[in-house]
């Protein structure tokens, strides 16, 4: 079993900057990847951005490539989702997960969600 937990999700302002974690314990394995996903009210979750642990591979969904860096910090066991010039259409509730076979997916284990509210 793998367990996420995600947080720094609050209310912002439109082009606010904001950054959130995941922190990953339990059966993690030497390789593996983290998602972050969202979801808005009334719409499917969607991808927003992928890491390989290690760091040295990313993916991003293109309506956040350039505001949005995923990152790693494996001393701590987390994964970073610094999001910078956030739009109301951000808001969402984010969700990490954890896979073992590509940035694409699929993923195994989901964390319980941290809300962003961005006003305009």
């Known amino acids: 079993q793998v367990q996420l937990v995600e947080s720094g999700g609050r209310l912002v302002q439109a082009g606010d900057s904001l950054r959130l974690s995941c922190a990953a314990s339990?059966?993690?394995?030497?390789?593996?990847?983290i998602g972050w996903f969202r979801q808005a009210p009334g719409k499917e979750r969607e991808f927003v951005a992928s890491i390989i642990w290690s760091g040295y591979s990313t993916y991003y969904v293109d309506s956040v490539k350039g505001r949005f860096t995923i990152s790693t910090d494996t001393a701590k066991n987390t994964v970073y989702l610094q999001m910078n010039n956030l739009q109301v259409e951000d808001t969402a509730v984010y969700y990490c997960?954890?896979?073992?076979?590509?940035?694409?997916?699929?993923?195994?284990?989901w964390g319980q969600g941290t809300q962003v509210t961005v006003s305009s």
């Open positions: 339990g059966r993690t394995t030497s390789a593996y990847y």
């Open positions: 997960a954890y896979g073992q076979r590509a940035l694409r997916g699929p993923y195994d284990y």
